[in-house]
């Protein structure tokens, strides 16, 4: 199990912000006119194509592919030369019939592989599009995909996908909102937050004619995207993120329509420059069966050899009798006496060595038989037709098959030797619990008296929680008290420090209220449904302030400035302008990165017992987060806003400044508390790890939470049990990591002398966090490691 903190999702984000966009880099797109647009530089279409051959390249190309099999060019050279009169062994026709059958076979399933690929390339680019026309009165007029230019205006309904990648500038929502699904991009179903800059929103499209768009260069991070906007008539520039584009490949949710800019197009948007094209697989076996033919092929080259040196001595011993030898007589009979009588059949001893070596190859063809692989297509055929029809390969719940996408390498099945797996959303259900939380260092996570809050609230979150009945009186009725009031701002914090969009939908009780939280961390919209559920309610969001119902009170939090998560902080922070005037700075994360933020010398005993309750927490599989606090004076927050509107708008480096400015402010914090959220495993996933395990095959998990979680949910899914034993590096440094990985090395070499016998080891557990596998990595132990 490895244990790495943080999201790969967000490194990637990260590497990408590492690079810096200048004038000369940028790509220049103007709102609405893609004819000016791609006046300079012709930007690509919008046409993709998957298929991997067309009508002219289909035969030389496939041709190409199948002869990587090795037994596919011995099989071709014996058939060329069987053609020679000189070498004939068997008909001409019958050495090329079995070659031809199986190319031919092989060829008419990639033929029709291929050409579904085709369909579903002009299925997808004959879609239509709303595109906003000029010259048809500012109207949205359909639009063949295919058809569709960097710089043109687009509107996509609800449900359907935008035709290109394109950078929002208005939505149905009044707030810029709009919501979109990645499920097709990076597997995640749960929906994801984008806006429109208010500055577009409010400004009717036919005015946004003079606008331009300066974007970085395309590239494959999904999760990176830097640009700016700049209106006609105004000198400054809007920055625009990754929050402000919707992809290729996403489905509009939850929104009756948004517009936007197309800034990429075609073979240029994220998605296709992520698909590397349809693969060419071949399996182990045939990996194998191609080594299989070299040393074959030795073999018969050594026989042959062998056969046409033996023929040689015999022609020398035997050269005074040829004349008379059936198949090697000089002269032609027939034409005896003739001036021009001339040897019959026979070329001199060299020519008929070499005659009778490739003479022996032919017969001894046998050996590498071509019947081999026709009955392996066969078989594989078969094997992927059982495959699919296997009812204990059918989940109901999703109505869904075994699928058998690539027919070469159906026998890797039984191969593997390794699964590797990330633990969130893949063994895990990516559902979290609010479970407990420790505010003011006290532990709240007694289970047993959790249960619905009674009464009649107003607002009900979509996502019922249980409550304790002891925190839930001394929110209400606490308020008075420093206790009451600090566990009141811990809520507050977990209420405004996130990016929710809470949606008011129709429940059954007319008088209640739902609220659906949308956001694309499930673990912010279990922390916010559990605000909700204790009395803080988040109702209603905008780009520019919040409101939440605060015990029933309904209060309007102004949204001054938000420092996003990443996986260098590991922790995000907002700074919300309360109704009483005051400003604060909310911030949460990862308790590595949040306890050297906080100033341990206001309560030292707050910051002990949470370090305790954490350890506790994590022990039991709980995802934590510690949540601070720190108000902030009037000077402080405009010496902030000025370096962050100037970390935002810049060219060069923004990601660098931006994170230079969350540090200087993210200081000197006071801490609320933390909370423990569980995330349950899926069902049947201690039962799938434990056949592997028992198969032989190593599983490896890859998860972001703390050492202490990671263990537990290692036992919770089998991966881990009580007679292993464990091996854990986790190391600061590269020479501490060489020691610890030598120790481990010595342990294993132990254990294994100490039995003989594969079935009565012990069994050996690896736990390693990421710092010592990029140590690991950038040494020379990789393979003595693993």
Same mark, same amino acid.
């Given at each position: 199990?490895?244990?790495?903190?943080?999201?790969?999702?967000?490194?990637?984000?990260?590497?990408?912000?590492?690079?810096?966009?200048?004038?000369?880099?940028?790509?220049?797109?103007?709102?609405?006119?893609?004819?000016?647009?791609?006046?300079?530089?012709?930007?690509?279409?919008?046409?993709?194509?998957?298929?991997?051959?067309?009508?002219?390249?289909?035969?030389?190309?496939?041709?190409?592919?199948?002869?990587?099999?090795?037994?596919?060019?011995?099989?071709?050279?014996?058939?060329?030369?069987?053609?020679?009169?000189?070498?004939?062994?068997?008909?001409?026709?019958?050495?090329?019939?079995?070659?031809?059958?199986?190319?031919?076979?092989?060829?008419?399933?990639?033929?029709?592989?291929?050409?579904?690929?085709?369909?579903?390339?002009?299925?997808?680019?004959?879609?239509?599009?709303?595109?906003?026309?000029?010259?048809?009165?500012?109207?949205?007029?359909?639009?063949?995909?295919?058809?569709?230019?960097?710089?043109?205006?687009?509107?996509?309904?609800?449900?359907?996908?935008?035709?290109?990648?394109?950078?929002?500038?208005?939505?149905?929502?009044?707030?810029?909102?709009?919501?979109?699904?990645?499920?097709?991009?990076?597997?995640?179903?749960?929906?994801?937050?984008?806006?429109?800059?208010?500055?577009?929103?409010?400004?009717?499209?036919?005015?946004?004619?003079?606008?331009?768009?300066?974007?970085?260069?395309?590239?494959?991070?999904?999760?990176?995207?830097?640009?700016?906007?700049?209106?006609?008539?105004?000198?400054?520039?809007?920055?625009?993120?990754?929050?402000?584009?919707?992809?290729?490949?996403?489905?509009?949710?939850?929104?009756?329509?948004?517009?936007?800019?197309?800034?990429?197009?075609?073979?240029?948007?994220?998605?296709?420059?992520?698909?590397?094209?349809?693969?060419?697989?071949?399996?182990?076996?045939?990996?194998?069966?191609?080594?299989?033919?070299?040393?074959?092929?030795?073999?018969?080259?050594?026989?042959?050899?062998?056969?046409?040196?033996?023929?040689?001595?015999?022609?020398?011993?035997? #050269?005074?009798?040829? !004349?008379?030898?059936?198949?090697?007589?000089? @002269?032609?009979?027939? +034409? &005896?006496?003739? /001036?021009?009588? $001339?040897?019959?059949?026979?070329?001199?001893?060299?020519?008929?060595?070499?005659?009778?070596?490739?003479?022996?190859?032919?017969?001894?063809?046998?050996?590498?038989?071509?019947?081999?692989?026709?009955?392996?297509?066969?078989?594989?055929?078969?094997?992927?037709?059982?495959?699919?029809?296997?009812?204990?390969?059918?989940?109901?719940?999703?109505?869904?098959?075994?699928?058998?996408?690539?027919?070469?390498?159906?026998?890797?099945?039984?191969?593997?030797?390794?699964?590797?797996?990330?633990?969130?959303?893949?063994?895990?259900?990516?559902?979290?619990?609010?479970?407990?939380?420790?505010?003011?260092?006290?532990?709240?996570?007694?289970?047993?008296? #959790?249960?619905?809050? !009674?009464?009649?609230?107003?607002?009900?979150? @979509?996502?019922?929680? +249980? &409550?304790?009945? /002891?925190?839930? $009186?001394?929110?209400?009725?606490?308020?008075?008290?420093?206790?009451?009031?600090?566990?009141?701002?811990?809520?507050?914090?977990?209420?405004?420090?996130?990016?929710?969009?809470?949606?008011?939908?129709?429940?059954?009780?007319?008088?209640?209220?739902?609220?659906?939280?949308?956001?694309?961390?499930?673990?912010?919209?279990?922390?916010?449904?559990?605000?909700?559920?204790?009395?803080?309610?988040?109702?209603?969001?905008?780009?520019?302030?919040?409101?939440?119902?605060?015990?029933?009170?309904?209060?309007?939090?102004?949204?001054?400035?938000?420092?996003?998560?990443?996986?260098?902080?590991?922790?995000?922070?907002?700074?919300?302008?309360?109704?009483?005037?005051?400003?604060?700075?909310?911030?949460?994360?990862?308790?590595?990165?949040?306890?050297?933020?906080?100033?341990?010398?206001?309560?030292?005993?707050?910051?002990?017992?949470?370090?305790?309750?954490?350890?506790?927490?994590?022990?039991?599989?709980?995802?934590?987060?510690?949540?601070?606090?720190?108000?902030?004076?009037?000077?402080?927050?405009?010496?902030?806003?000025?370096?962050?509107?100037?970390?935002?708008?810049?060219?060069?480096?923004?990601?660098?400044?931006?994170?230079?400015?969350?540090?200087?402010?993210?200081?000197?914090?006071?801490?609320?508390?933390?909370?423990?959220?569980?995330?349950?495993?899926?069902?049947?996933?201690?039962?799938?790890?434990?056949?592997?395990?028992?198969?032989?095959?190593?599983?490896?998990?890859?998860?972001?939470?703390?050492?202490?979680?990671?263990?537990?949910?290692?036992?919770?899914?089998?991966?881990?049990?009580?007679?292993?034993?464990?091996?854990?590096?986790?190391?600061?440094?590269?020479?501490?990591?060489?020691?610890?990985?030598?120790?481990?090395?010595?342990?294993?070499?132990?254990?294994?002398?100490?039995?003989?016998?594969?079935?009565?080891?012990?069994?050996?557990?690896?736990?390693?966090?990421?710092?010592?596998?990029?140590?690991?990595?950038?040494?020379?132990?990789?393979?003595?490691?693993?």
């Amino acid at each position: 199990m490895a244990e790495d903190h943080g999201s790969s999702r967000h490194m990637s984000s990260m590497s990408m912000s590492h690079k810096e966009l200048g004038d000369d880099d940028a790509r220049v797109v103007h709102v609405g006119d893609a004819e000016r647009t791609n006046e300079r530089l012709q930007f690509a279409g919008n046409a993709v194509r998957t298929a991997k051959y067309s009508p002219l390249t289909f035969l030389p190309r496939n041709l190409f592919e199948q002869f990587h099999r090795l037994a596919y060019v011995y099989f071709l050279v014996i058939a060329v030369l069987n053609q020679l009169p000189q070498l004939a062994v068997f008909g001409r026709g019958a050495s090329v019939m079995p070659l031809a059958f199986v190319l031919a076979v092989t060829a008419v399933k990639d033929a029709y592989e291929d050409w579904r690929r085709h369909r579903s390339d002009r299925a997808e680019n004959n879609r239509l599009a709303a595109v906003l026309s000029p010259g048809a009165g500012a109207q949205f007029v359909p639009t063949e995909w295919k058809h569709v230019r960097v710089g043109d205006v687009v509107r996509v309904g609800a449900n359907e996908s935008p035709p290109a990648d394109m950078v929002l500038l208005a939505t149905s929502d009044t707030t810029g909102v709009a919501y979109v699904q990645t499920l097709n991009l990076d597997g995640e179903s749960n929906l994801k937050t984008r806006y429109a800059k208010q500055e577009t929103l409010t400004t009717p499209l036919e005015h946004l004619a003079g606008a331009v768009v300066r974007c970085e260069r395309p590239n494959r991070n999904i999760y990176g995207f830097q640009a700016n906007l700049e209106l006609q008539g105004e000198g400054r520039r809007i920055p625009l993120g990754p929050s402000n584009i919707v992809l290729r490949g996403c489905d509009l949710k939850n929104t009756s329509w948004a517009v936007g800019v197309v800034v990429y197009a075609g073979r240029e948007t994220k998605a296709m420059l992520n698909n590397a094209g349809t693969p060419t697989k071949r399996s182990r076996l045939e990996t194998h069966m191609n080594r299989e033919t070299l040393f074959l092929s030795g073999i018969l080259i050594v026989l042959c050899s062998a056969v046409a040196t033996l023929s040689g001595v015999w022609l020398r011993t035997h #050269q005074t009798d040829l !004349e008379l030898a059936q198949f090697f007589h000089k @002269k032609d009979y027939l +034409k &005896v006496g003739k /001036e021009d009588n $001339e040897n019959y059949n026979y070329y001199g001893i060299a020519a008929q060595i070499v005659f009778n070596f490739l003479m022996a190859v032919i017969v001894f063809q046998i050996m590498i038989p071509i019947s081999l692989y026709i009955s392996m297509e066969l078989v594989r055929l078969g094997q992927a037709y059982f495959m699919i029809r296997d009812a204990k390969l059918y989940d109901a719940s999703s109505d869904s098959r075994f699928q058998c996408r690539a027919l070469n390498i159906n026998e890797d099945l039984g191969q593997v030797k390794c699964v590797f797996s990330d633990k969130t959303g893949t063994l895990t259900q990516n559902k979290m619990e609010f479970r407990c939380a420790s505010i003011d260092g006290v532990d709240y996570s007694d289970v047993a008296p #959790q249960r619905p809050v !009674e009464g009649e609230p107003a607002w009900v979150p @979509k996502v019922p929680v +249980k &409550v304790d009945r /002891e925190v839930m $009186e001394l929110v209400r009725n606490g308020g008075a008290t420093e206790q009451g009031m600090n566990a009141g701002e811990f809520f507050l914090a977990l209420a405004t420090c996130n990016t929710i969009v809470p949606l008011i939908i129709d429940g059954p009780d007319p008088k209640k209220k739902v609220i659906d939280y949308q956001g694309e961390s499930p673990d912010e919209q279990a922390l916010v449904s559990a605000a909700a559920a204790y009395g803080f309610v988040l109702v209603e969001r905008s780009s520019g302030h919040i409101v939440i119902d605060v015990l029933g009170q309904k209060q309007r939090f102004d949204v001054l400035g938000l420092h996003e998560f990443d996986s260098d902080r590991k922790r995000m922070s907002v700074i919300i302008g309360c109704p009483d005037k005051t400003i604060k700075l909310f911030v949460k994360g990862a308790d590595s990165s949040m306890f050297g933020i906080i100033d341990k010398t206001l309560n030292p005993d707050v910051v002990q017992a949470t370090e305790k309750h954490l350890h506790s927490y994590s022990s039991v599989g709980l995802r934590t987060l510690v949540i601070g606090v720190r108000e902030l004076s009037q000077s402080e927050f405009q010496e902030w806003q000025m370096a962050y509107e100037k970390a935002s708008t810049a060219l060069l480096g923004r990601g660098n400044l931006l994170r230079s400015v969350a540090a200087n402010i993210e200081r000197n914090m006071r801490l609320l508390g933390a909370s423990g959220v569980e995330d349950k495993l899926q069902d049947g996933v201690p039962e799938a790890i434990e056949k592997l395990r028992e198969a032989g095959i190593k599983v490896w998990v890859l998860t972001g939470d703390k050492q202490e979680t990671a263990i537990s949910i290692g036992y919770s899914c089998k991966l881990l049990t009580r007679d292993m034993t464990q091996i854990v590096i986790n190391s600061n440094s590269r020479e501490s990591c060489r020691k610890s990985l030598d120790d481990a090395i010595s342990m294993v070499n132990k254990l294994r002398s100490l039995s003989t016998d594969s079935q009565s080891r012990v069994p050996l557990a690896l736990i390693i966090d990421g710092n010592s596998l990029v140590y690991i990595f950038d040494t020379d132990r990789e393979e003595k490691a693993f």
